[in-house]
């Protein structure tokens, strides 16, 4: 299958930063979604993209759908500690196909 | 409260036991998956069904089954388990033309 490039693989940062995380595809998606999982649960969906250029916030999440249509980015801003997790990008170019990166874990310090 | 449950959420089993992991979603979705997660993988795509009695493989079928005779379930079978089918598994579902899957809390399979 299409592979996805997510970095960084994982980043420690303080409470207050700002942190930001991307995906990268070989092949155009028309799809862009950002899911977090926390221990022990399933992903939960941030923020879906539907369009090229498109930027969509969440609270203190912020994403884009990258132009080219080949990557995305996911900002989170003024981190708290229960931003701790693992975050995926997935990609999708036809309906019930997603591809997944391998995912960022965040690690949130006081 | 629109879920996707899935049982059992852990498992410990031997080689060559066929097993059966559930999966139930309670949103009416035609739409139904299935993914394992290993590390450093993220998750990838075992089987998906668009609507009841239609199914098709994704990215990682082989030893796997599904089957899907009503549309709020979506079982996954292992005929003969291996080891290397030892893994985190989770059952999404979504709306039609939508990609936006909602994910069960996941099973946790052993495979000695």
């Known amino acids: 299958g299409q592979q996805l490039n997510q970095s960084p693989q994982s980043m420690f940062i303080q409470e207050g930063e700002d942190v930001s995380m991307n995906c990268t595809s070989s092949?155009?998606?028309?799809?862009w979604l950002w899911y977090k999982q926390d221990p022990g649960e399933g992903p939960v969906l941030l923020i879906a993209?539907?369009?090229?250029?498109e930027l969509t916030s969440n609270g203190r999440l912020t994403a884009q759908f990258g132009i080219t249509r080949k990557d995305s980015f996911l900002n989170i801003s003024a981190s708290i500690p229960s931003d701790v997790g693992i975050y995926f990008c997935a990609g999708s170019d036809s309906w019930g196909k997603l591809q997944f990166g391998a995912g960022t874990q965040v690690v949130v310090t006081p | 409260e629109a879920q996707v449950t899935q049982n059992p959420r852990y498992l410990i089993t031997v080689t060559g036991k066929k097993l059966t992991v559930t999966c139930s979603q309670n949103m009416n979705h035609e739409y139904m998956s299935w993914y394992r997660q290993d590390p450093g993988l993220g998750l990838r795509q075992i089987y998906y069904?668009?609507?009841?009695?239609?199914?098709d493989k994704g990215d990682v079928p082989e030893g796997y089954k599904v089957s899907r005779k009503e549309k709020r379930n979506f079982p996954l079978i292992l005929e003969s388990p291996s080891p290397n089918q030892t893994s985190l598994y989770f059952c999404?579902?979504?709306?039609?033309?939508?990609?936006?899957?909602?994910f069960g809390p996941g099973t946790r399979l052993t495979v000695l």
């Open positions: 069904s668009m609507n009841v009695e239609v199914t």
């Open positions: 993209l539907y369009k090229a250029g």
């Open positions: 092949s155009i998606f028309n799809t």
């Open positions: 999404a579902s979504s709306p039609p033309h939508y990609n936006e899957q909602f």
